[in-house]
């Protein structure tokens, strides 16, 4: 009895009446569901093991087994980047621009060679001419057509004839055509070295071809051809002292350049980038 009256009469305390229960939420029902049909098609999973199922496509050029030639020009091209290029080889990393180059070439389709069909075609109407009105005088001079070949070239070059000499920057091997931009430059001719010698074969209506040289060209073409001497020799002409120092090549590898990289950043404490 006194525990009683001492918590009715205790200050601070006060009796809280009993909240009332509350019902439970009811539960929420779920909507059935239309039973599935089984598939009646059955799943099999591929096994790629050997003798197995085929398996899908991807690509495996890294493992593959290139023919000898195509390993051959990758080892030479990273062989080219990775040993310093003396400036004699250099000058031929060099070629002329697209623009420049199209617009060459779009001239030298018009004085390409005749083929042994046209000449003997024209052998033929020459002579058919000629039967039919024996005083009449015929014509059986060849059209106008560049010169091509490394000898006919180099004949033209020291006879003066040669307006453009046109070399191709990948001949192998590069001997063939090394000394042609030095003797082009003793003789005022200017020259052009363009891609490539299948582009420029291509233009006289041959497989490949490594130099080809302008000797005349008609009266229409004569603004073209001056147009293009002069980017031409803005080019390779006048910067005939600059290509005769600068060195080639000496590139380092992804790898190489990121060895360095991490190298300098551990030296100096921060980010150093080549």
């Known amino acids: 009895v006194s525990v009683l009256y001492c918590e009715l009469t205790m200050p601070g305390k006060q009796r809280v009446a009993p ?34 199922d085929v398996p899908y ?6 493992f593959m087994r290139w023919p000898m030639f195509v390993t051959m020009q990758r080892k030479k091209r990273v062989l080219e980047r990775r040993l310093k290029v003396p400036p004699t080889l250099n000058q031929f990393r060099k070629a002329l ?57 180099t004949r033209a070059i020291e006879r003066g004839k040669a307006k453009m000499v046109v070399i191709a920057n990948n001949v192998d091997p590069i001997e063939l055509v090394l000394w042609l931009p030095t003797l082009c430059r003793s003789q005022k001719i200017p020259y052009a070295i363009v891609k490539d010698k299948a582009r420029l074969g291509d233009v006289i209506g041959q497989k490949t071809c490594t130099v080809a040289a302008v000797t005349a060209v008609r009266s229409e073409d004569e603004s073209a051809l001056k147009g293009l001497v002069k980017s031409v020799n803005a080019r390779f002409a006048s910067r005939s002292k600059e290509l005769a120092r600068k060195w080639g090549g000496n590139q380092l590898s992804l790898r190489s350049r990121a060895s360095l990289r991490k190298k300098r950043a551990a030296t100096t404490g921060g980010v150093a980038s080549l």
């Open 57 to 62: 496509k991807r690509d495996i050029s890294r």
């Open 97 to 153: 621009d697209r623009s420049t180059r199209t617009e060459l070439f779009k001239l030298l389709k018009k004085y390409k060679p005749e083929t042994r069909k046209e000449r003997r075609d024209r052998v033929k109407a020459a002579s058919a001419s000629k039967a039919k009105d024996s005083k009449k005088s015929v014509s059986t001079k060849a059209p106008l057509s560049i010169v091509t070949g490394i000898q006919e070239v």
């Open 19 to 52: 909240k009332a229960a509350t019902k439970a939420a009811a539960p929420v029902k779920k909507e059935k569901q239309p039973a599935q049909e089984a598939s009646k098609f059955q799943a099999h999973p591929k096994n790629f093991g050997i003798g197995r």
